[in-house]
């Protein structure tokens, strides 16, 4: 007999739920129940499933059985929105692409979600609540923080570090045993050859910092 799916809510119902909803129905390890949205112009049905209403619906006890993932591409506003829900008492689950490679000794932590065809090497470290975007590679011994995005396409050679709530844009390429630091922004297509310090943004080939900004 065949086991029974865990059940999940999906909480944002936007174009980055949609691809988390093929993910979970390619996966068929859960079963989705519906979304939740705290925007109360959203509601009836999205992609096919039903939307719950807003966080209010996670304080009544109604869905303790179901396992969460946060559909969020806003990497401070996901680490908010976590830091809410979390004395809830809830639990995240993971979204994990089917076509994605992950080698041996590979740690990925809760709530991340790993779409189409990513590939991760052995030794990588992936942190909570972590995106990795169509087609991404990470390479050996990569530690990725929590809250980070990394965008389609990019490519990270062996040894790589980066920071909690950063943003790597789509196409960058970081050569092997750089560090990119926390809440930082390398712009598309770049090519990172050296650090990346916290709290700051860096565009270009090769990559250099334009911008810093507070925390």
Same mark, same amino acid.
């Given at each position: 007999?065949?086991?029974?799916?865990?059940?999940? =809510?999906?909480?944002?119902?936007s !174009?980055?739920?949609?691809?988390?909803?093929d993910?979970?129905?390619?996966?068929k390890?859960?079963?989705i129940?519906g979304? =939740?949205d705290d925007n109360f112009?959203?509601?009836?049905?999205?992609?096919?499933y039903?939307i719950?209403g807003?966080?209010?619906e %996670?304080?009544?006890?109604?869905?303790n059985n179901?396992k969460l +993932? =946060?559909?969020?591409?806003n990497?401070?506003?996901?680490k908010?929105l976590?830091g809410? +829900?979390r004395?809830?008492?809830y639990?995240?689950a993971?979204?994990?692409?089917?076509?994605?490679?992950? !080698?041996r000794?590979?740690?990925?932590g809760? !709530?991340?979600?790993?779409?189409a065809n990513?590939?991760?090497?052995s030794?990588?470290k992936?942190?909570e609540?972590?995106i990795?975007n169509?087609?991404a590679t +990470?390479?050996h011994?990569c530690?990725?923080?929590?809250y980070?995005?990394?965008s389609p396409?990019v490519?990270?050679?062996g040894?790589?570090?980066?920071?909690? %709530?950063?943003?790597?844009g789509i196409g960058?390429?970081?050569?092997?045993?750089v560090r990119?630091?926390?809440n930082?922004?390398?712009?598309?297509?770049?090519?990172v050859?050296?650090?990346?310090?916290d709290?700051?943004?860096?565009? !270009?080939?090769?990559?250099k910092?334009?911008?810093?900004?507070?925390e």
């Amino acid at each position: 007999m065949a086991e029974m799916a865990e059940k999940i =809510l999906i909480y944002g119902a936007s !174009g980055h739920a949609k691809v988390i909803i093929d993910i979970i129905e390619k996966g068929k390890e859960f079963e989705i129940c519906g979304l =939740l949205d705290d925007n109360f112009q959203k509601r009836g049905k999205f992609f096919g499933y039903p939307i719950l209403g807003g966080f209010a619906e %996670l304080t009544k006890n109604i869905y303790n059985n179901c396992k969460l +993932i =946060l559909a969020i591409g806003n990497n401070q506003s996901r680490k908010r929105l976590w830091g809410k +829900i979390r004395p809830l008492g809830y639990e995240l689950a993971y979204a994990i692409h089917p076509s994605s490679q992950i !080698g041996r000794d590979v740690f990925v932590g809760k !709530g991340t979600v790993v779409m189409a065809n990513v590939v991760i090497n052995s030794g990588s470290k992936i942190g909570e609540n972590v995106i990795l975007n169509t087609g991404a590679t +990470i390479d050996h011994d990569c530690i990725i923080g929590d809250y980070v995005h990394i965008s389609p396409g990019v490519h990270l050679a062996g040894n790589v570090s980066i920071g909690e %709530l950063s943003h790597i844009g789509i196409g960058v390429s970081i050569v092997p045993n750089v560090r990119v630091g926390k809440n930082s922004v390398v712009g598309a297509g770049a090519v990172v050859i050296e650090d990346i310090p916290d709290n700051c943004t860096a565009i !270009g080939v090769p990559a250099k910092v334009i911008k810093n900004h507070t925390e």
